[in-house]
């Protein structure tokens, strides 16, 4: 469950109707990761579907839940109706911290690598980043510390990014980071479009 939690800091969200009735929602481009949470929880609701945008070819998946006992320990939580920018780093048991951070960097994080040129040396080199985003600076600040603590990782850096605050990792780091997330992971309850980069990262480097 501490994924699921992860992923719904980063991609959920909760709100009461007028009737008082109590929803969380999770939301994905990806299908694959709503279909995963939707087993995990055992729920029976239909999964919904809509484009992105009028223009768009993609769709965007959700899948809500009525439940005014989940509503009720996700506040104990810590987690609100409004946490974009609110966010605080629940309490995870440090055995959980690993799927809890998966969970968020599924939602709310990216992993990339490339191959470009740099001129000043003439040659090819690897780029290897990773980076979790947030509206929240203080839960950013929170998980760097925890990664740094559990996963060995520098300090990386934590700055303002467009419209959100930014952590991110370099190289090695991305390296400590994705063995820390998926080590020992055998329930599948990850995204495989992300998985599969960190594979081929590390099967190209060498590592």
């Known amino acids: 469950m501490a994924y699921v939690l992860g992923f719904f800091a980063a991609d959920g969200s909760m709100y009461v109707n007028p009737r008082g009735g109590k929803y ?8 694959e990761i709503i279909e995963k949470i939707k087993h995990c929880l ?109 996963a060995n990782l520098s300090p990386g850096s934590l700055f303002v990014g467009e419209r959100c605050f930014v952590l991110s990792f370099a190289m090695k780091d991305s390296k400590r980071l994705c063995e820390f997330m998926y080590e020992g992971v055998k329930n599948g309850l990850y995204l495989k479009r992300k998985y599969l980069i960190y594979k081929q990262a590390i099967n190209i480097m060498g590592w």
């Open 24 to 31: 969380i929602s999770f939301y994905s481009n990806d299908r």
């Open 42 to 150: 055992s729920a029976k609701h239909k999964i919904g579907k809509r484009k992105v945008s009028k223009i768009s070819s993609n769709f965007r998946y959700t899948l809500q839940i009525g439940s005014k006992q989940v509503y009720s320990d996700l506040i104990k939580l810590g987690l609100t109706s409004n946490k974009s920018t609110t966010l605080e780093f629940p309490k995870i048991p440090d055995e959980y911290l690993r799927d809890f951070v998966r969970g968020y960097f599924d939602g709310d994080g990216n992993i990339l690598f490339k191959n470009y040129y740099r001129k000043d040396r003439k040659k090819f080199k690897y780029y290897f980043a990773t980076k979790f985003i947030c509206g929240s600076k203080i839960f950013l600040g929170c998980l760097r510390e925890y990664l740094i603590w559990y």
